[in-house]
C-alpha cells in the first residue's frame, strides 16, 4: 500500500515539533518527523523524543486494569469498592472504564502543585458524589480518568500506576511510552506551545458546563509553566500526561489488535452524546471510542492522535507539541483511507 499521500498529509502544514508513525501487519511502514524540540527551535526533533499527549494515554492506563480482569483478578461488574474500599460512588469497574462513572471533575479546588499528591485526590475521588447515577450518562473524565483507574490498578496489584505501565505494558510491547519520567526521560522532553494564545480559552468551554469544571481543577493541565515543569513530567497523571514517541504510541496498538485483550478494550460499552465532548454522539468501549469504520483509539487535547485499524492491520500515532486542532490527523485520516 502506498504511503505517499499519507506522507504529504503530515508535511503540508509542520507544526515545528511534530511526528507521525504507521505499522501495517507489524512493519513500520511510515516513521516521519519534524521541527525541533524546544520553542527556541535549538534542538532538533528526532526518534528519541518525547512529548506529552494528553487524552492519548487514557487508553494505556484502562489496558493496565485489563490486563488484571483478563487474569481474572478485578470482575468488569463489580463495583469498585470492592477493591478500594474507602471508594463512595456505587460504580463498576465497566462504568469507571467507559467515562459513565459520573465523577468527571476533581470534587476539591486543588493548586497545580497537587498534580504530584497522588494520595489527595485519590481521597478527593473516594469522597466524591457523582454528578450522575452511574451508567446513566457519558462525559469524558478528562483529568479523573487516570487516577480513577490507577488507583484500582494500585489497589489491586500493589505496584504503582507508573510502574505497572513501564513492566506490563512498554517492556512487553517495546513502546517508548511513560508515566513520571526520571531525569533521563526528562531530558528527552519536547517542549509544548499554543498555535495561539487563545489556544486555552478555545478549549474550555462555556462558563460552568461540565468540560469547563473538569478542565480547570486542579489547576494548569493547559498552563504551558506547569505542563512543561518537571512537577508534572515527574508526576504520575494518567488520564493527560502520558510522555511517549509517536513509535511507542504506533506499537502499542499494534500489539494491542494482537492480543485477546484488543477485542476487550474495543467492544462498545456506551452510544450517545458526550456531556464533555458535546456535539455528535460517541460510543464507548473500555478506554477508547469506537469509529463507524470500525477504527477505535482515542485523541488528544492539542490535536495529537493514536488509533488502530483492524481491517486493514494498521496502527497509527501521531503527536505534536504545538498545541492546535485536529486538521493534520483529519489529513492523515483522509489519506489513509484513499490509500
Same mark, same amino acid.
Given at each position: 500500500?502506498s504511503?505517499?499521500?499519507?506522507r ?7 507544526r @515545528? ?7 501495517? %501487519?507489524?512493519r513500520?511502514?511510515l %516513521? ?8 527556541? =527551535?535549538?534542538?532538533p526533533?528526532?526518534?528519541?523524543t ?11 492506563? $484502562? ?6 480482569v ?7 461488574? +463489580?463495583?469498585?469498592?470492592r ?6 460512588t !456505587? ?7 467507559? !467515562? ?9 479546588? =486543588?493548586?497545580?502543585?497537587? #498534580?504530584?499528591?497522588?494520595d489527595?485526590?485519590?481521597?478527593d475521588?473516594?469522597? $466524591?458524589?457523582p454528578?450522575w447515577?452511574? @451508567?446513566t ?8 480518568? &487516570? !487516577? ?11 505496584r504503582?500506576?507508573? =510502574?505497572?505501565?513501564?513492566?506490563e505494558?512498554?517492556?512487553?510491547? =517495546?513502546a517508548?511510552l ?10 528527552r ?5 499554543? %498555535?495561539?494564545?487563545? #489556544? ?13 469544571r ?10 504551558? $509553566? ?5 512537577? #508534572?513530567?515527574?508526576a504520575?497523571?494518567?488520564?493527560v500526561?502520558? !510522555?511517549?514517541?509517536?513509535? @511507542? ?18 467492544? &462498545?460499552?456506551?452510544?450517545?452524546? /458526550? ?5 455528535d454522539p ?9 469509529e463507524?469504520?470500525?477504527? *477505535?483509539?482515542? &485523541?488528544?487535547?492539542? &490535536?495529537?492522535?493514536? *488509533?488502530? +485499524?483492524? @481491517?486493514?492491520g ?23 483511507? /484513499?490509500s
Open positions: 500500500m504511503m505517499e499521500a499519507v504529504q498529509a503530515f508535511v503540508e502544514d509542520p @515545528g515539533g511534530s511526528a507521525l508513525v504507521v505499522i501495517e %501487519d507489524g513500520v511502514v %516513521d516521519l518527523h519534524e521541527g525541533w524540540r524546544d520553542a527556541a =527551535r535549538t534542538v526533533w528526532d526518534a528519541e518525547l512529548v506529552n499527549v494528553y487524552s492519548v494515554g487514557k487508553p494505556v492506563i $484502562a489496558l493496565a486494569a485489563l490486563l488484571l483478563e487474569r481474572g483478578r478485578i470482575a468488569l461488574d +463489580d463495583p469498585i469498592a477493591y478500594w474500599p474507602q471508594f463512595q !456505587h460504580a463498576s469497574v465497566r462504568q469507571v472504564l467507559s !467515562h459513565t462513572a459520573g465523577l468527571p471533575t476533581f470534587p476539591v479546588p =486543588r493548586p497545580a502543585e497537587s #498534580w504530584a499528591e497522588w489527595v485526590l485519590c481521597a475521588l473516594a469522597a $466524591a458524589t454528578e447515577p452511574p @451508567g450518562v457519558a462525559a469524558e473524565h478528562a483529568l479523573t480518568y &487516570g !487516577h480513577l483507574v490507577g488507583e484500582l490498578v494500585r489497589r489491586v496489584d500493589g504503582s500506576p507508573g =510502574r505497572f505501565v513501564a513492566e505494558i512498554a517492556e512487553p510491547f =517495546r517508548d511513560h508515566f513520571g519520567l526520571d531525569a533521563a526521560g526528562q531530558a522532553c519536547a517542549e509544548l506551545e499554543f %498555535d495561539a494564545p487563545d #489556544w486555552p480559552r478555545r478549549n474550555t468551554g462555556e462558563p460552568g458546563s461540565v468540560k469547563a473538569a478542565v480547570e481543577n486542579p489547576a494548569g493541565a493547559r498552563d504551558l $509553566a506547569v505542563v512543561n515543569s518537571a512537577l #508534572w513530567r515527574s504520575t497523571v494518567p488520564a500526561n502520558l !510522555h511517549a514517541t509517536a513509535l @511507542g504510541i504506533a506499537r502499542f496498538y499494534d500489539e494491542l489488535m494482537r492480543r485477546p485483550v484488543g477485542a476487550m478494550i474495543a467492544t &462498545g460499552q456506551f452510544t450517545g452524546v /458526550d456531556q464533555f465532548i458535546g456535539g460517541v460510543t464507548w468501549g473500555l478506554g477508547v471510542q469506537l463507524a469504520d470500525g477504527t *477505535w483509539g482515542m &485523541g488528544g487535547l492539542g &490535536g495529537n492522535a493514536g *488509533w488502530a +485499524d483492524p @481491517g486493514r494498521q496502527a497509527i500515532a501521531y503527536v505534536t507539541r504545538r498545541l492546535g486542532d485536529f486538521s493534520t490527523v483529519d489529513r492523515i485520516e483522509e489519506a489513509l483511507a /484513499d
